[in-house]
């Protein structure tokens, strides 16, 4: 009998998305084929420790959002970059717990979403789900992926970005004057919409730029869309196919941080969305085309505006997407025909075969 493929699901982070992180991962525990493979839980805490989970309990409740329990020991694990056999070490007992076949972060936001978990992976020497390096980090940064997806021709919405010196040479005239109001003022480096607010009038403005800066040293600020909010999940390396497209129908202002994780009322997932054929096509091509200027690979989810019906404009990627309960991208896919089981088989199959193909690359002139 074939030794089952040993999976690390490495999941919390130091992260503003740490809660959202313990969901996704709960769920792609689940979803596992457990006679095909077993499951490594590697928590790090908000502090940035590594600790090997044994018992896994995870629970969003409407009346409280923080009701995270996640039951790890005290042993802290360091990964030793190089070993083949013994990659994970107890820091304190100094045992070895064992290698890990392929990596799965699902660490949503900084230090997981950005390139930091997977330069760490790459240099330990072990496959992962998901981008690499240069593809997370671009996709984190809304201003640079903005910046790539504008040379490439690929439609967005027009935006302006700041950082803590350049804000001091800009107001709020100056802003509504290039973008109008009302504006989306975002951190640059963040997602699941931490520090988004809409902003109609010059309190609204002020009070944003402070609550946008705690979270990043860079903001960007976007002119507002009237349009229709769809997503389109994508899946592939060099090859890469993109799902139905659906449509987010939120019950508040925006798409908030509650909608997408915590209310299962905050919004309505309609899948597929109600889209001429032509639209279809068009939503599909561009978030293929969107997942490769950004240089990613294994999963993304493109989301879109579509203004008068007819207008495409990408909002922006999400390489990390959840993994929830009422998380979008393996909702499209379960609707295109592809199961939430078969779709984590798909997305490890994806990652040990880059890997596979890395390891072929000379990595020496000598003889």
């Known amino acids: 009998m074939n030794r089952k493929i040993r999976v690390g699901i490495i999941f919390g982070g130091k992260s503003t998305e740490h809660e959202v992180s313990i969901q996704s991962a709960r769920n792609i525990i689940e979803a596992l084929d457990k006679r095909k493979y077993e499951t490594v839980l590697i928590e790090i805490d908000k502090q940035g420790r590594w600790y090997p989970n044994k018992y896994f309990e995870a629970s969003f409740n409407e009346n409280n959002d923080r009701p995270i329990q996640v039951n790890s020991c005290d042993e802290q694990i360091a990964v030793i970059p190089g070993n083949t056999t013994n990659q994970l070490l107890g820091v304190s007992t100094l045992l070895s717990l064992g290698k890990i076949d392929v990596a799965f972060p699902v660490l949503h936001g900084l230090n997981g979403e950005d390139g930091s978990i997977q330069g760490l992976l ?48 800009t107001n709020f005239n100056t802003v509504q004057e290039y973008l109008g109001m009302p504006v989306f003022i975002k951190p640059a480096n963040l997602g699941s919409s931490v520090g988004v607010s809409k902003v109609n009038t010059e309190k609204e403005f002020n009070q944003a730029l402070q609550l946008a800066f705690k979270y990043d040293t860079k903001i960007i600020i976007e002119e507002n869309i009237n349009g229709r909010e769809i997503e389109c999940s994508v899946l592939g390396n060099e090859i890469a196919t993109a799902s139905l497209p659906g449509e987010i129908l939120p019950h508040h202002d925006f798409y908030s941080y509650d909608a997408k994780y915590i209310n299962e009322n905050g919004a309505t997932l309609k899948i597929p969305a109600e889209l001429a054929m032509d639209v279809i096509a068009q939503i599909q091509d561009y978030a293929v085309k969107t997942f490769k200027v950004l240089c990613c690979e294994g999963m993304a989810r493109v989301d879109f505006f579509l203004r008068d019906n007819k207008e495409i404009l990408v909002n922006e990627i999400n390489t990390i997407p959840g993994f929830t309960k009422i998380s979008m991208y393996p909702k499209l896919w379960e609707f295109s025909g ?28 000598l003889p």
């Open 338 to 365: 592809i199961s939430y089981s078969d779709l984590i088989d798909r997305l490890i199959q994806l990652a040990l075969e880059r890997f596979e193909k890395e390891q072929k690359l000379e990595t020496s002139i």
């Open 122 to 169: 790459i240099l330990a020497n072990i496959p992962f789900v998901g981008a690499s390096i240069l593809g997370s980090a671009v996709g984190m940064d809304k201003d640079v992926m903005k910046r790539l997806l504008r040379d490439a021709g690929i439609p967005i919405a027009n935006f302006m970005v700041f950082d803590g010196y350049s804000i001091n040479e």
